[in-house]
């Protein structure tokens, strides 16, 4: 799901969400400048620590992964048809004289493939990490109407909910011998009308229950002066966290545009040597 | 205005659904006290949950339509205020728990209202923990409240109302999710609640032997009228045949008393409870040479097969993918002639095992044999040509335009001959009597109709075996026998083997010609009624109760050495009247 959460007390789990929104804002600028894949590993590297620190299985980072596996090697292959070799060599072209393969290109792309999975690694971690309370609450303190917060927390528990009731829906229509297992597409999505009548219709009457139960618990007495019972607050370790993120993105930032290091080569050219 | 201590005042308060012409209240005349509790009774479809949600408001802010007369709580009239804001003093319980938790975890849920009502956040903590505590939940506090069972889910969305401290109480079927001894202590919890706080409550309930001493006024709808009130003894007792006639349910032991009086039988007062009931019965049979020495009928067989079964369920296990082991190690056979009824508490395993039975799930251990085909390797498509499976909400498989159309919908699928169609649909409607209703729209039809339509649709298929999950949930007690008398004629007219799960023992004992009591994933007992309901011990391990004539029958037999293998009203009536006639 994509949004589960694991229950647990770690910094991630401490920091106010909106510490978590810039984090992940300020990675981002590192994702942007950074283009050698071994400082890019190094970032992945502190990602799969800060899971570990977090207390969530690595089995739940390696099942995202593995998902992610042929995304990866699609970033990686068409990089060879949209990045110009710079005058580097090349050793051969992937089709007939197109996608010629270079150190260079083939280092772009094992990059911005890397790129992708920390993105996913990194917003992965803050949902894993993250209530939805939490969310909705950090949404009425950026001033967002509690109406708002409200509903799309409901929302997000229903769903539960919903999964279970469409189970129950395909269970009745295979029991009535409906063929949902298809492999014709259209006979796929013909098959599906009676899974998804019943389906529209139990989600309209969830809609009106929760709109009836909204009502019948004073939601809409005075919604503006509702208590919100959690309270999300800036404290030290947010501070702490944020000036360590943000030192070291500018550091890079800097050493970046002084220096012109973490380019594509920086690393196997410059320090070691290699090509 | 209305006196200070009455807190709801209807006056020829009627009221329209939008859409409809049939007015759901029909000039309702009310009184509520403050402190009272006030049990509201009635058929399905009588207007009891219209007139409780008229309470709050939400007749007719909610759900629009039109309000005659006058209705007025605590002191406002409900027309010119709002649904939110007499939703600060007024607490409303909904019928189906699920449909009322909104939350992601339990303590949210219970804290949603109060929050509400802007109480500052360590009064709300408290208060959560408190309810939570009251109700025993506290373990569950931070689940969500989808995954609980049935019964816990009632009882957070109960705290959750009683969390907001309400001046007045509306539940509607607050234990319809509940077993029987979870029952009992929500009813006593009520009391203690309108004791100590001085609260209103209203509750809205078919069990209503359980309330007899609790309530302090029964009033009876139908039609959107009030047919009946007054103080519950009186009521229950004087008038338990017209409840009957009504589709009600009173207590069992106030019927017999009623029809051993008709008889010409002497029967001193009418009583409600089993005590009541043994002193009444101790008079009448003074007349006898005590004690007898009848421990048993006659002829009660035991539960004996009498030809190959046709599903055998051999060491069968299932988990679920998330690691929940719902059947565990289960060995039964069913046979051709087996009208069955499986019993058990929420998450007994019951729904799951006869989810084997089709194929619907095939088991991670053991196997599961059908007419036959080992479940594990034979396709649904040929399973269900044998077990068809109604399940519970016609809502969950009900989509197509006509009635007719929803019935052959299993014929194509099963690729049955098209000139069969119509002879097969036909058939199948006469049994059912909806053959009327064949060119009507499924969600048109009332839920009763909706029902038929949706057993019909299995029917059609002519399975063997008819699996009915839960057919009588939610139901009031005359619809509940509507739905088993037509199991009933299926399996003695059209010799179908039916299997149903269901929570009323009472039905149970009148209809099912073999129990089986399931606890834990496996079979705890196996046999026919007339043997099971007399173990009441393990019975009640697992939190069931036989029928209040049966408890009552265990008295008597210990004292009198009566019968006690007495099921129903009936049997009690004709065995008795045997005795005491003659």
Request: charged fraction near 20%; hydrophobic fraction near 45%; aromatic fraction near 8%.
């Given at each position: 799901?994509?949004?589960?959460?694991?229950?647990?007390?770690?910094?991630?789990?401490?920091?106010?969400?909106?510490?978590?929104?810039?984090?992940?804002?300020?990675?981002?600028?590192l994702i942007i400048v950074i283009y050698d894949p071994i400082i890019m590993l190094g970032l992945l590297a502190?990602?799969?620590?800060?899971?570990?620190?977090?207390?969530?299985?690595?089995?739940?980072?390696?099942?995202?992964t593995?998902?992610l596996l042929p995304v990866f090697i699609m970033f990686l292959v068409l990089n060879y048809f949209v990045i110009p070799p710079r005058g580097a060599t090349v050793y051969f072209y992937l089709l007939p004289g197109i996608a010629p393969v270079t150190v260079e290109t083939t280092l772009i792309g094992i990059t911005s493939a890397l790129r992708f999975v920390l993105f996913?690694?990194?917003?992965?971690?803050?949902?894993?990490?993250?209530?939805?309370?939490?969310?909705?609450?950090?949404?009425?303190?950026?001033?967002?109407?509690?109406?708002?917060?409200?509903?799309?927390?409901?929302?997000?528990?229903?769903?539960?909910?919903?999964?279970?009731?469409?189970?129950?829906?395909?269970?009745?229509?295979?029991?009535?011998?409906?063929?949902?297992?298809?492999?014709?597409?259209?006979?796929?999505?013909?098959?599906?009308?009676?899974?998804?009548?019943?389906?529209?219709?139990?989600?309209?009457?969830?809609?009106?229950?929760?709109?009836?139960?909204?009502?019948?618990?004073?939601?809409?007495?005075?919604?503006?002066?509702?208590?919100?019972?959690?309270?999300?607050?800036?404290?030290?370790?947010?501070?702490?966290?944020?000036?360590?993120?943000?030192?070291?993105?500018?550091?890079v930032v800097?050493i970046k545009i002084l220096y012109g290091w973490f380019d594509y080569t920086f690393i196997l050219r410059d320090v070691l040597k290699l090509v | 205005?209305?006196?200070?201590?009455?807190?709801?005042?209807?006056?020829?308060?009627?009221?329209?659904?939008?859409?409809?012409?049939?007015?759901?209240?029909?000039?309702?005349?009310?009184?509520?006290?403050?402190?009272?509790?006030?049990?509201?009774?009635?058929?399905?479809?009588?207007?009891?949950?219209?007139?409780?949600?008229?309470?709050?408001?939400?007749?007719?802010?909610?759900?629009?339509?039109?309000?005659?007369?006058?209705?007025?709580?605590?002191?406002?009239?409900?027309?010119?205020?709002?649904?939110?804001?007499?939703?600060?003093?007024?607490?409303?319980?909904?019928?189906?728990?699920?449909?009322?938790?909104?939350?992601?975890?339990?303590?949210?849920?219970?804290?949603?209202?109060?929050?509400?009502?802007?109480?500052?956040?360590?009064?709300?903590?408290?208060?959560?923990?408190?309810?939570?505590?009251?109700?025993?939940?506290?373990?569950?506090?931070?689940?969500?409240?989808?995954?609980?069972?049935?019964?816990?889910?009632?009882?957070?969305?109960?705290?959750?109302?009683?969390?907001?401290?309400?001046?007045?109480?509306?539940?509607?079927?607050?234990?319809?999710?509940?077993?029987?001894?979870?029952?009992?202590?929500?009813?006593?919890?009520?009391?203690?609640?309108?004791?100590?706080?001085?609260?209103?409550?209203?509750?809205?309930?078919?069990?209503?032997?359980?309330?007899?001493?609790?309530?302090?006024?029964?009033?009876?709808?139908?039609?959107?009228?009030?047919?009946?009130?007054?103080?519950?003894?009186?009521?229950?007792?004087?008038?338990?045949?017209?409840?009957?006639?009504?589709?009600?349910?009173?207590?069992?032991?106030?019927?017999?008393?009623?029809?051993?009086?008709?008889?010409?039988?002497?029967?001193?007062?009418?009583?409600?409870?089993?005590?009541?009931?043994?002193?009444?019965?101790?008079?009448?049979?003074?007349?006898?040479?005590?004690?007898?020495?009848?421990?048993?009928?006659?002829?009660?067989?035991?539960?004996?097969?009498?030809?190959?079964?046709?599903?055998?369920?051999?060491?069968?296990?299932?988990?679920?993918?998330?690691?929940?082991?719902?059947?565990?190690?289960?060995?039964?056979?069913?046979?051709?002639?087996?009208?069955?009824?499986?019993?058990?508490?929420?998450?007994?395993?019951?729904?799951?095992?006869?989810?084997?039975?089709?194929?619907?799930?095939?088991?991670?251990?053991?196997?599961?044999?059908?007419?036959?085909?080992?479940?594990?390797?034979?396709?649904?498509?040929?399973?269900?040509?044998?077990?068809?499976?109604?399940?519970?909400?016609?809502?969950?498989?009900?989509?197509?335009?006509?009635?007719?159309?929803?019935?052959?919908?299993?014929?194509?699928?099963?690729?049955?001959?098209?000139?069969?169609?119509?002879?097969?649909?036909?058939?199948?409607?006469?049994?059912?009597?909806?053959?009327?209703?064949?060119?009507?729209?499924?969600?048109?039809?009332?839920?009763?109709?909706?029902?038929?339509?949706?057993?019909?649709?299995?029917?059609?298929?002519?399975?063997?075996?008819?699996?009915?999950?839960?057919?009588?949930?939610?139901?009031?007690?005359?619809?509940?026998?509507?739905?088993?008398?037509?199991?009933?004629?299926?399996?003695?007219?059209?010799?179908?083997?039916?299997?149903?799960?269901?929570?009323?023992?009472?039905?149970?004992?009148?209809?099912?010609?073999?129990?089986?009591?399931?606890?834990?994933?496996?079979?705890?007992?196996?046999?026919?009624?007339?043997?099971?309901?007399?173990?009441?011990?393990?019975?009640?391990?697992?939190?069931?109760?036989?029928?209040?004539?049966?408890?009552?029958?265990?008295?008597?037999?210990?004292?009198?050495?009566?019968?006690?293998?007495?099921?129903?009203?009936?049997?009690?009536?004709?065995?008795?009247?045997?005795?005491?006639?003659?």
């Amino acid at each position: 799901m994509a949004f589960e959460y694991v229950p647990g007390h770690s910094l991630m789990h401490r920091l106010d969400p909106r510490t978590k929104v810039l984090f992940f804002l300020l990675v981002t600028v590192l994702i942007i400048v950074i283009y050698d894949p071994i400082i890019m590993l190094g970032l992945l590297a502190i990602i799969v620590a800060m899971y570990k620190l977090s207390g969530i299985p690595l089995s739940k980072l390696w099942s995202i992964t593995k998902a992610l596996l042929p995304v990866f090697i699609m970033f990686l292959v068409l990089n060879y048809f949209v990045i110009p070799p710079r005058g580097a060599t090349v050793y051969f072209y992937l089709l007939p004289g197109i996608a010629p393969v270079t150190v260079e290109t083939t280092l772009i792309g094992i990059t911005s493939a890397l790129r992708f999975v920390l993105f996913i690694w990194l917003s992965r971690l803050l949902t894993f990490t993250t209530s939805i309370s939490e969310i909705l609450i950090a949404m009425v303190k950026m001033k967002s109407p509690p109406e708002i917060a409200t509903s799309l927390g409901i929302a997000f528990s229903s769903v539960p909910l919903m999964i279970n009731q469409f189970s129950t829906v395909i269970q009745a229509q295979k029991s009535r011998g409906s063929q949902i297992e298809v492999r014709n597409p259209i006979k796929k999505g013909i098959s599906f009308i009676p899974v998804v009548v019943p389906g529209i219709y139990l989600t309209i009457l969830r809609g009106m229950n929760v709109a009836r139960t909204v009502e019948a618990r004073a939601f809409t007495y005075n919604p503006a002066k509702r208590t919100f019972r959690r309270k999300i607050e800036f404290g030290r370790e947010d501070y702490a966290f944020l000036a360590t993120a943000g030192l070291f993105t500018a550091a890079v930032v800097a050493i970046k545009i002084l220096y012109g290091w973490f380019d594509y080569t920086f690393i196997l050219r410059d320090v070691l040597k290699l090509v | 205005m209305a006196s200070k201590a009455t807190v709801i005042t209807c006056k020829n308060l009627t009221y329209t659904y939008p859409g409809t012409t049939e007015p759901a209240l029909d000039g309702i005349d009310l009184e509520v006290q403050r402190g009272e509790i006030v049990l509201i009774t009635g058929p399905t479809g009588a207007g009891k949950t219209t007139l409780c949600s008229s309470f709050n408001g939400l007749v007719p802010h909610f759900y629009g339509g039109t309000l005659d007369g006058q209705i007025y709580v605590l002191g406002q009239d409900v027309r010119k205020t709002t649904a939110g804001y007499l939703s600060t003093k007024v607490g409303m319980l909904f019928q189906d728990p699920s449909s009322q938790l909104i939350s992601a975890t339990v303590e949210d849920e219970v804290a949603f209202g109060p929050e509400n009502l802007a109480i500052p956040v360590e009064e709300i903590e408290k208060r959560t923990d408190s309810v939570l505590d009251f109700m025993g939940l506290k373990a569950q506090k931070g689940r969500p409240p989808f995954a609980l069972s049935g019964g816990q889910q009632q009882a957070v969305a109960l705290a959750a109302v009683i969390a907001m401290k309400p001046e007045i109480l509306v539940l509607d079927e607050p234990t319809s999710n509940l077993d029987p001894i979870g029952t009992v202590n929500i009813f006593s919890l009520l009391r203690r609640i309108s004791r100590e706080e001085e609260n209103t409550i209203i509750i809205v309930e078919h069990k209503l032997q359980e309330l007899v001493d609790i309530a302090d006024r029964i009033v009876v709808i139908d039609d959107g009228k009030v047919r009946l009130e007054g103080p519950p003894r009186e009521i229950l007792a004087e008038d338990a045949v017209l409840l009957r006639e009504r589709g009600l349910q009173p207590p069992q032991v106030s019927l017999l008393a009623h029809e051993l009086r008709e008889t010409g039988i002497h029967i001193e007062g009418i009583p409600l409870t089993i005590p009541e009931a043994f002193d009444t019965l101790s008079k009448a049979l003074q007349t006898l040479k005590l004690p007898l020495s009848e421990t048993k009928a006659e002829e009660t067989k035991p539960f004996q097969a009498t030809s190959k079964p046709i599903i055998e369920v051999q060491n069968a296990s299932f988990q679920y993918p998330g690691g929940v082991l719902a059947v565990q190690d289960v060995s039964v056979n069913f046979y051709k002639e087996d009208f069955v009824g499986i019993i058990g508490q929420n998450g007994s395993g019951k729904t799951t095992l006869v989810k084997l039975l089709n194929g619907l799930l095939r088991p991670t251990r053991g196997i599961v044999n059908v007419f036959g085909l080992n479940s594990r390797d034979s396709p649904i498509h040929d399973l269900i040509k044998h077990v068809g499976y109604v399940f519970q909400d016609p809502d969950s498989q009900l989509f197509s335009k006509t009635v007719h159309q929803e019935l052959s919908f299993g014929l194509k699928n099963l690729r049955v001959p098209r000139d069969q169609w119509e002879s097969r649909i036909n058939s199948v409607a006469k049994t059912l009597l909806i053959d009327s209703l064949l060119k009507e729209a499924p969600y048109s039809l009332s839920r009763g109709d909706r029902q038929r339509v949706a057993i019909a649709s299995v029917l059609v298929m002519e399975p063997q075996v008819v699996v009915v999950d839960e057919p009588t949930t939610g139901q009031d007690p005359r619809k509940r026998r509507e739905i088993m008398e037509l199991m009933r004629m299926l399996h003695d007219k059209y010799e179908k083997t039916i299997i149903f799960i269901t929570h009323d023992m009472d039905l149970v004992a009148e209809y099912a010609k073999r129990c089986i009591v399931m606890r834990d994933g496996g079979i705890m007992l196996d046999g026919v009624p007339h043997e099971i309901f007399l173990q009441y011990e393990e019975l009640e391990k697992t939190h069931l109760k036989p029928p209040m004539i049966t408890l009552l029958f265990k008295e008597l037999g210990e004292r009198y050495g009566l019968r006690k293998d007495i099921l129903t009203v009936d049997e009690a009536f004709d065995y008795l009247k045997t005795k005491l006639v003659s």
